[in-house]
């Protein structure tokens, strides 16, 4: 009988398949959790991540520069970072580089008050828009104001601290703000304000949103870690695109106290921005040539960026699934 159990435990244990090696690895988010982050809670939930040997913990950012910035140093072993900062980590020597696009199409956007007036792009003419100095929508907005044949000279704009600039919406101290849509649509909601969101990319201004970012060592010499991470995470954001709540429950049981309803919708927001505008039917992670080489371009035009590195010298696609 003893044999007999033996071999049965035996027979168990290969019916289940050989168990796979874990390797601790780190993913820094670009800032506190908010509803677009929870598919990859979702990953590691469901095992995703586990499922390609990975052993993933998940640490809240403290900006996308500041992301650049620690897995630079090999602080942690993935970063999140939007497109703009990434190119200014590389272009001052930050040994990193973009493995996988996880937002394609810039979040910037003008969020104005429905109740405004403005109904169309032109309407934003002797208006009065709340921004903060330096805010990368701020920087590149004159691209945004020749795109759309806006007069420079009739659009004002309130500069403010981050927080202020939803208060002074509020307070119909100015009739808009430059922010995020899949994020401050949402909070003016919130406190009673129905918005009208005029996406940058609409207008054909389009600067690389999200992407995660490896240091130039974990590439070279870890390729099949970072490729089983792009794996876990592509299948984690299809089935938060399937399932939204799924995702927003397994961000919940680390962050009970995020709100529910707000998360769902800054999600759905955010999925809508995954894909480019101007590769809508490709893979989840793959990035445009063309996506970061204007966020190139609208850098150096804007925001006084000195480099000569082509725009491959910041991202790569080898890694993707095939």
């Known amino acids: 009988m003893k044999r007999l159990a033996g071999f049965l435990a ?21 800032w506190l959790i908010y509803g ?28 996308s520069g500041r992301a650049v910035q620690v897995i630079a140093a090999k602080g942690d072993t993935f970063g999140l970072s939007d497109g703009a900062s990434i190119v200014n980590g590389v272009a001052k020597g930050a040994p990193i580089k973009a493995v996988m696009g996880i937002m394609d199409t810039t979040p910037f956007a003008i969020i104005a008050r429905a109740d405004s007036g ?17 805010e990368a929508g701020l920087t590149i907005m004159p691209a945004l104001l020749k795109s759309a044949k806006l007069d420079p000279n009739k659009v004002g704009f309130l500069r403010v601290d981050g927080p202020a600039k939803i208060v002074s919406v509020l307070e119909k101290r100015a009739e808009a703000l430059l922010g995020g849509s899949e994020n401050q649509p949402f909070i003016l909601e919130q406190r009673g304000v129905a918005s009208t969101v005029f996406n940058y990319a609409d207008y054909g201004v389009n600067t690389m949103g999200l992407a995660i970012h490896v240091h130039a060592d974990t590439l070279r010499d870890k390729p099949k870690l970072v490729a089983g991470f792009i794996r876990a995470t592509q299948k984690a954001f299809m089935e938060a695109e399937k399932d939204p709540s799924a995702a927003i429950a397994a961000g919940l049981k ?3 106290d995020m709100d529910k309803d707000m998360a769902l919708k800054q999600l759905n927001a955010g999925l809508k921005l995954v894909r480019s505008r101007t590769a809508p039917k490709a893979a989840i992670g793959f990035m445009p040539p063309s996506d970061w080489q204007m966020t190139l371009d609208l850098m150096k035009e804007f925001q006084d960026l000195k480099t000569d590195l082509p725009a491959n010298a910041f991202y790569t696609n080898d890694l993707l699934p095939k």
């Not at 590691?44 to 403290?62: F, M, P, S, T, W």
């Not at 403005?118 to 330096?134: L, M, N, P, R, Y």
């Open 118 to 134: 403005i109904k169309t792009i032109k309407d934003f003419e002797g208006k009065t828009i709340a921004a903060t100095a330096g």
């Open 254 to 256: 680390i962050k009970p």
């Open 10 to 30: 035996a027979c168990v244990l290969l019916a289940a398949g050989p168990a796979v090696a874990q390797e601790k690895a780190t993913l820094r988010l670009n």
């Open 36 to 63: 677009f982050h929870t598919p990859f809670y979702l990953g590691v939930d469901r095992g995703y991540y586990k499922a390609e040997g990975i052993d993933l913990e998940i640490g809240e950012g403290q900006g």
